[in-house]
Nanobody
Framework: QVRLVESGGGLVQAGGSLSLSCAAS????????MAWYRQTPGNQREFVAE???????TYADSVKGRFTISWGNAKNTGNLQMDSLKPEDTGVYVC??????????????WGEGTLVTVSS
């Protein structure tokens, strides 16, 4: 059973930084892409950033130049460094990844999310 577990959320003042991590646990044969989304009350889940297994990154316009997505040092982990945070960055940040859950099968998984609150 594969699980994605996020960590690193919390409360920070505007202009501050936070670093989020996502780890795929369980029987994992590989991870080929990882992305972050954020969910805010009353809004749909929105894309934040993605990284592929070749290191290609994509960012939402709203976070370009402030957020950096990367693969972690441990296998099947990823990070989201968030700098110059704004109150509108507040939300539940959810990790998404394409995981090789068996020798032949890739599947998409979602984490449960970690709350980021940016105060003004």
């Amino acid at each position: 059973q594969v699980r994605l577990v996020e960590s690193g959320g919390g409360l920070v003042q505007a202009g501050g930084s936070l670093s989020l991590s996502c780890a795929a646990s369980g029987t994992v044969f590989g991870t080929r892409a990882m992305a972050w989304y954020r969910q805010t009350p009353g809004n749909q889940r929105e894309f934040v950033a993605e990284i592929t297994n070749t290191g290609v990154t994509t960012y939402a316009d709203s976070v370009k130049g402030r957020f950096t997505i990367s693969w972690g040092n441990a296998k099947n982990t990823g990070n989201l460094q968030m700098d110059s945070l704004k109150p509108e960055d507040t939300g539940v940040y959810v990790c998404n990844a394409d995981v090789k859950a068996s020798p032949l099968i890739w599947k998409e998984f979602w984490g449960e999310g970690t709350l980021v609150t940016v105060s003004s």
